[in-house]
């Protein structure tokens, strides 16, 4: 068991995520850019870390929750005059980097790491807030043994499920794409479907009941399409969310010239949604770009 973990971002998963850690009986540090947010977090056990090298030198599994490779960048390296904590990790600690980012981008990170003496797992994790929070989330993961027997414990804490892709980076992050492609496709069929119900006249009500009792559900459609009835578009995944994750799904296959048209045209409505004005409302939102329809209103 290691001795100390450090988790870097809580936000709506990385606060779960510290959580379940937490509660496995883990010692933990914890940083975010807002600093209120780490120290309520240790009021109830922990430390909070201001700085990311007062983190790192402390921890010998330091798992990163932030949201794209350059912010991933920043936690190790630093951005400007702000450091990181790649510096201050001992030999032979473990990084484990749970964002959706291009795999070709860990491939590199897992080699400037190694330089370092660092070990690295590629591990983006899916579930949603709710599953980090209860330690079920599922985190699509590769990398060495030697990292694994490190951190392997630290990933059971916090995931209901840990799949080992491969003993080197890159097989995890291709694996979350490929699940952000179908979750971009769905939420955006989901929004086209309950729009053009609204248009319809049929009860926005009645066709969620029936849907999510029908060969037509998705799992996708029963999450969000609540988010629109409730008409909350808190956003526990953002509009923009998808504008990064598909465009990341489309650079994968342009890549080798492989044809996405389902994932062309999701990734272009939620390029319409956040032009028009809700890149950081819930990604529910990209039923808001349809002409002509009725919107459910807050109860």
Not at 45 to 69: F, I, T, W
Request: net charge negative; aromatic share 6%.
């Amino acid at each position: 068991m290691p001795d100390t973990i450090g988790l870097i971002g809580l936000g709506a998963m990385g606060l779960g995520m510290a959580q379940s850690l937490r509660r496995a009986g883990f010692d933990i540090a914890v940083h975010d850019v807002r600093t209120e947010a780490a120290e309520a977090f240790a009021q109830e056990g922990g430390r909070a870390c201001a700085k990311l090298p007062e983190l790192g030198a402390q921890c010998d599994v330091v798992v990163s929750v932030v949201v794209n490779a350059a912010q991933t960048e920043a936690v190790l390296f630093g951005a400007g005059e702000v450091p990181g904590c790649a510096a201050s990790l001992r030999p032979g600690s473990v990084f484990v980097m749970c964002s959706t980012v291009d795999p070709a981008w860990s491939v590199a990170l897992e080699a400037r790491l190694a330089a370092l003496d660092i070990l690295y797992l590629d591990a983006p994790i899916s579930g949603g807030a709710a599953k980090a929070a209860s330690g079920e989330m599922t985190m699509m993961t590769a990398g060495s043994p030697a990292a694994y027997e490190k951190a392997g414990a630290v990933l059971d804490a916090m995931a209901g499920k840990v799949y080992r892709l491969g003993d080197a980076a890159g097989a995890g992050s291709k694996v979350k794409i490929l699940n952000q492609l179908l979750a971009g496709v769905h939420i955006a069929a989901a929004a086209e479907a309950m729009a053009l119900g609204l248009r319809e006249g049929v009860d926005p009500a009645g066709l969620y009941e029936v849907i999510t009792h029908s060969a037509g559900n998705s799992w996708m459609f029963e999450n969000r399409m609540a988010h629109v009835l409730a008409a909350d578009y808190t956003p526990l995944s953002a509009v923009d969310i998808f504008v990064k994750d598909l465009g990341l799904v489309l650079d994968l296959a342009r890549a080798s010239k492989f044809p996405l048209p389902l994932s062309s045209t999701a990734h272009q409505m939620f390029m319409q949604a956040s032009t028009a004005g809700f890149a950081k409302e819930d990604d529910s939102a990209v039923i808001k770009i349809f002409p002509g329809i009725e919107l459910p209103k807050k109860p």
